[in-house]
């Protein structure tokens, strides 16, 4: 096993337990309304992952990102001109999501990094279901996050 193997399921693992230790619902309430833009990006991750595990990966991180910035207020300009880290910072101070959900979040966009940009050690199928899954528990605990009272994110309310 290789140095960026061996991070990948390091990191994999932290945020497995992360997840975990957020004790949420594992999936997305199903329905019968059309899919947001952050569920097609996570089914197209899903159905790219045997085949494609690397276009898998960068399609469930896109969802994830998606879901994020979907979830905060979009009037707030700071939020809407950060990056990504500062999103997550900002977010976090603020109270707008869960800290364990900014961690996770953090989590998947190293493991994307990982991915995307290492050689081919890192790009199983494997790899890429696992990651999709975790996007998927990311979005959900989103969804059910303490912060939420009150409100809905844009995907399970079936808006964009």
Do not use: C
Not at 117 to 132: D, I
């Amino acid at each position: 096993m290789g140095p960026i193997e061996a991070e990948w399921d390091r990191v994999a693992e932290e945020t497995r337990a992360t997840i975990e230790a957020a004790a949420f619902a594992p999936t997305l309430p199903e329905s019968d309304r059309e899919l947001s833009r952050a569920e097609r990006l996570l089914a197209a991750g899903h159905a790219n992952a045997s085949t494609n595990p690397t276009a898998a990966i960068v399609y469930a991180f896109q969802a994830a990102r998606v879901a994020l910035k979907d979830y905060l207020p979009i009037e707030d300009e700071d939020l809407k001109e950060s990056t990504l880290g500062r999103l997550i910072e900002l977010s976090t101070e603020r109270n707008l999501i869960d800290p364990a959900a900014a961690v996770v979040f953090s989590r998947l966009e190293m493991l994307g990094d990982l991915a995307h940009h290492s050689g081919r050690q890192v790009r199983t199928a494997e790899q890429a279901e696992e990651y999709v899954k975790m996007v998927k528990e990311f979005m959900t605990l989103l969804d059910h996050s303490p912060a939420t009272v009150g409100r809905t994110a844009a995907w399970s309310a079936g808006s964009e």
